[in-house]
């Protein structure tokens, strides 16, 4: 079953504008985690936010984390057309050794020049 | 930076073949993964490793096993592929502390075709 589902599952906006991306969880987590996927690449580490805080900045990205409705969102600031790809939250789950990732299933952003 | 290699970008098998994918990580990371990525269906834990000779079991791993006898090299193998496991397969690690709870750095993948 799926613990991070993003929405929108596609995003298309214009260069510069902003993009928003949120990610719904099931369970509590101890941290959460926001991922990027060029097309045909692998998948890029952006940031972690653990579960006792509420708001990372890394560059462009703003990521904030309300545990209370198990939701995050990522900004993208000033979007560039380099930012299109697929974004991916992934959170912690399990207990003890099988402790493990789950990952939604992505939103695809489109920035177009 | 940390680097993840995959040997193959595209590989081409046939049915009942032995199919092993190969990948090291040149930075003496504890944890190394093996995922597969499907339209509709995400990333999804084949195995895991946090050590070397240690293995777990993901979500799905049937039809697959993994060897790591070297810190580095983490290998899938498709005991006898099938036109099901074709996809795309990515190989990940992490330093230690926790297999959930540090980023993960991932390949460029291996696009698996299984005719």
């Known amino acids: 079953s799926q613990q991070g589902e993003e929405d929108p599952q596609a995003l298309s906006i214009q260069e510069g504008e902003n993009a928003t991306m949120n990610c719904s969880y099931k369970t509590s987590i101890n941290n959460l985690q926001w991922y990027r996927q060029n097309s045909g690449r692998g998948l890029v580490h952006l940031i972690l936010i653990r579960s006792n805080e509420r708001e990372k900045h890394s560059g462009r990205l703003r990521v904030t984390l309300d545990t209370s409705k198990k939701s995050s969102s990522l900004l993208i600031t000033a979007s560039r057309a380099a930012d299109t790809a697929s974004y991916f939250c992934?959170?912690?789950?399990?207990?003890?050794?099988?402790?493990?990732?789950?990952w939604g299933l992505g939103t695809s952003l489109a920035v177009n020049p | 930076d940390v680097k993840v290699t995959q040997s193959s970008r595209y590989l081409v098998k046939r049915t009942g073949e032995k199919v092993f994918l190969e990948c090291v990580q040149d930075?003496?990371?504890?944890?190394m993964f093996w995922y597969r990525q499907d339209p509709g269906l995400g990333l999804r834990l084949i195995y895991f490793s946090y050590d070397v000779k240690m293995k777990e079991k993901g979500d799905i791993p049937e039809g697959y096993s993994v060897s790591r006898e070297k810190k580095e090299r983490f290998s899938l193998i498709l005991e006898s592929a099938s036109t099901n496991q074709t996809s795309m397969y990515l190989c990940a690690s992490s330093p230690p502390g926790g297999v959930s709870n540090q980023p993960q750095h991932f390949g460029d993948g291996t696009r698996l075709s299984i005719l």
């Open positions: 992934a959170t912690d789950a399990g207990a003890g050794n099988n402790r493990k990732l789950i």
């Open positions: 930075m003496d990371h504890e944890n």
